[in-house]
């Protein structure tokens, strides 16, 4: 999809500090007097309340819940992303289809054909950070905001999504950045990297 906007993903597993840079990307884009349209997946439609309630009720099969993520996107993609893009906005996502890649392919589905539906109608990001940290970091991170972890969040399923994320490492739109350091640090390279692929 050819669009006059920017569109970036930022990913990782829970705990890395998407939220957390996402804003503060966002604030530093408007700062540059850019029109932000900033947004998470699972949604706050419909299908992404429906899946973020079985975070604490107990998951889905894979097959269900692959499918209600594939609705919420493409209502995603339909109503807010597309537009937005259109419009030459910069869009910036706390997770995307990367994530249907890394955790439902950690229940077993091909992470590759997954990224085949989606990209069947969900536009490719021009630029994807991997928020990089170790799983028991990451875990530590989630209770040190007070969360105890959900169903999502089981130690080694998270250990085989990060490794899903770290596969897309080689590409050229992906930039893993490690979230060891502080949070400003962090911002710092993210904002580096994004400056240089803004347009003027
Ligand atoms: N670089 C950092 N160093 C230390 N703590 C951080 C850093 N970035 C974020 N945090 C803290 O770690 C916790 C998790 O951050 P945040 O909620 O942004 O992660 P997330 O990747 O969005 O998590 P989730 O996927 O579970 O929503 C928060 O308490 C946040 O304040
Ligand atoms: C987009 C997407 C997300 N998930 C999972 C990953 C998280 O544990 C939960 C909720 O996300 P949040 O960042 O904690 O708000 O949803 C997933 O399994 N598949 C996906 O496509």
Request: charged share 30%; net charge negative.
């Amino acid at each position: 999809m050819n669009h006059s906007g920017l569109f970036i993903v930022l990913e990782g597993i829970d705990g890395t500090g998407k939220s957390t840079q996402s804003g503060l990307l966002a604030e530093w884009f408007r700062s540059q007097g850019r029109e932000v349209v900033a947004s998470r997946e699972p949604t706050d439609g419909p299908w992404g309340a429906k899946i973020r309630a079985t975070a604490l009720s107990g998951r889905l099969s894979p097959e269900e819940e692959l499918d209600l993520f594939l609705k919420d996107r493409r209502q995603h993609v339909e109503e807010l992303i597309a537009p937005a893009l259109a419009a030459g906005k910069v869009v910036i996502l706390d997770r995307y289809y990367f994530s249907t890649m890394a955790y439902q392919g950690s229940r077993g589905f091909d992470p590759a054909e997954i990224r085949r539906q989606n990209e069947a109608f969900a536009p490719r990001p021009d630029l994807l950070f991997i928020l990089d940290l170790d799983v028991d970091s990451a875990l530590a991170r989630i209770g040190g905001r007070g969360d105890t972890a959900n169903e999502f969040e089981k130690r080694d399923s998270l250990a085989k999504c990060r490794e899903i994320f770290m596969a897309l490492k080689e590409e050229p739109f992906v930039h893993v950045v490690s979230t060891d350091e502080g949070p400003e640090k962090v911002q710092a390279a993210i904002r580096e990297i994004a400056a240089a692929h803004a347009p003027a």
